[in-house]
């Protein structure tokens, strides 16, 4: 008798255990999925269905005082295009610091020198002299030093690049860092792949955006979780920015992968559970 009783006692207390564990490894799947996953509609059906998104276009980019350009020349002299990419092809010697994305390799702390933009916003080039460009975007620049180099060589073909164009990205991202910013178009989840994805500690819901607008800093709260953050203005990153993902309340000591595997080992942990039980009755 007394052993039939231990045994109902054990039963239940098995059940118990399985049900537990059961409601712990669904809370974290559920929580866990809804505060990690991006651009998440307004119901979980919208997420699976096509939707159609507004076009949105980057604010358009002017040169601006201590800008760095390469202005590269081409023409059908091969010294004159010596004399005008001597700034593009000679470089200044850097330091690199932890988490710098300026690249690897024995050239990795190399930047070029080219054509600096001075307070007044105009650049010293050969055989035209000071050329103002501040105000101008990189094709109007182009189409107006095309004019002015007409004048001396034949057939120049002008390419304007800005050099030192850049973002940061910190907080809770696997790697922080400054990045070039390559062009204009540079979107907030190419910024998220290139600092290798937000930690699960991150908050995507409101990330920082600081973004310098003439002498004004604005703050920007952005919920990458929200479909909304595809349409807002702040989608296409511009030069300066800075990104800052902040941490949870309450961050865990536990390593990422602990938790993303979590909900799966609960998981094996209540099956095992409920296959001991059904041998042992």
Known sequence: ??????????????????????????????????????????????????????????????????DILAIIVTSLSDESNILFNFQNTSALHMSRFPGSSSGGG?????????????????????????????????????????????????????????????FTVLGEVNHPGVFNLINSRTTLPEVVGMAGELTVYGRRDNVMLIRTVGDKREVIRLDLTARSVLDSPYYFIQNNDILYVEPRQ???????RAIQLLPMTLGIISTLLVVVNFITK
């Open 250 to 256: 309450g961050r865990v000591t536990s390593s990422d």
């Open 106 to 166: 024995a050239g990795g702390n190399l930047q070029p020198l080219g054509y600096l933009v001075d307070s007044t916003g105009s650049v010293n080039i050969p055989l035209i002299g000071k050329a103002k460009l501040a105000g101008l975007t990189i094709a109007e620049a182009e189409v107006f030093l095309k004019d002015k180099l007409d004048k001396y060589l034949k057939e120049p073909t002008i390419n304007v690049r800005p050099l030192n164009h850049k």
């Open 1 to 66: 008798m007394a052993h039939l009783l231990r045994s109902t006692i054990w039963n239940k207390n098995k059940l118990k255990v399985i049900v537990y564990l059961s409601f712990v490894s669904l809370f974290y799947s559920c929580t866990t999925s809804k505060t990690i996953t991006y651009f998440q509609g307004k119901s979980p059906i919208d997420t699976v269905h096509y939707s159609t998104l507004a076009t949105i276009r980057p604010s358009i980019t002017t040169i601006q005082p201590d």
